[in-house]
């Protein structure tokens, strides 16, 4: 059974810095792109970042570019976002997501995803 | 960025009906459009990906059609079960994007 379970969330300051994991189970991690998207309780979904498989591509979306980085540690079944810089737009319901890509850019569909984490951005 | 439009936004029906989603993008995704049913306090659950392929688990009343611009998720008999929103999204190259969803409601 694919199971995907984020931590690191909490209460943040504006400006502030967190790191979110996903700990994976019941697949071979190393094989397949991993994505986090975010929901702010009551609204629509929003794609932020994309890992590739072993980590030779990522993309993030404009809203957080040059502030959140994703990454993984194949070894630890483990995908991380690092957000820097905090702002209280960025306060949201994290979800990691495994990718079924498309194409060789990753663009795909997601077929298994996480409970979700709570970040909150406030002072 | 592609623009996803869903209709209605709110769609009332008893159970037993058929209910009919649209998604329609900016443009053309071809046929990389996936569907997801997220209920209260849970995550998305895909169901339908490029655009009419069920996924692993997803009952047979559940179908969807259309490619281009113009996509369509149809349940066939409303069960309790169903009730909940609905996202689409496409995945023709970043970033992707979801649509606002349609939420399903008991009338």
């Known amino acids: 059974e694919v199971q995907l379970v984020e931590s690191g969330g909490g209460l943040v300051q504006p400006g502030g810095s967190l790191r979110l994991s996903c700990a994976a189970s019941?697949?071979?991690?190393?094989?397949?792109?991993m994505v986090w998207v975010r929901q702010v309780p009551g609204k629509g979904l929003e794609w932020v970042s994309v890992?590739?498989?072993?980590?030779?591509?990522?993309s993030h979306a404009d809203a957080v570019k040059g502030r959140f980085t994703i990454s993984r540690d194949n070894s630890r079944n483990t995908l991380f976002l690092q957000m820097n810089g905090l702002r209280a737009e960025d306060t949201a319901l994290y979800f990691c997501?495994?990718?079924?890509?498309?194409?060789?850019?990753?663009?795909?569909?997601?077929?298994?995803w996480g409970q979700g984490i709570l970040v909150t951005v406030s002072s | 960025e592609m623009v996803m439009t869903q209709s209605p936004a709110t769609l009332s029906l008893s159970p037993g009906e058929r209910a009919t989603l649209s998604c329609r993008t900016s443009?053309?995704?071809?046929?990389?459009l996936a569907w997801y049913q997220q209920k209260p306090g849970q995550a998305p659950r895909l169901l339908i990906y490029?655009?009419?392929t069920r996924a692993t688990g997803v009952p047979a009343r559940f179908s969807g059609s259309g490619s281009g611009t113009e996509f369509t998720l149809t349940i066939s008999s409303l069960q309790s079960e169903d009730f909940a929103v609905y996202y689409c999204?496409?995945?023709?190259?970043?970033?992707?994007?979801f649509g606002g969803g349609t939420r399903l409601e008991i009338k």
């Open positions: 019941g697949f071979t991690f190393k094989d397949h792109a």
């Open positions: 997501a495994k990718a079924s890509p498309r194409s060789s850019n990753y663009d795909g569909y997601f077929d298994y």
């Open positions: 890992i590739g498989d072993n980590g030779d591509f990522t």
């Open positions: 443009q053309s995704v071809n046929w990389y």
């Open positions: 999204q496409h995945y023709n190259g970043w970033p992707v994007t």
């Open positions: 490029g655009a009419s």
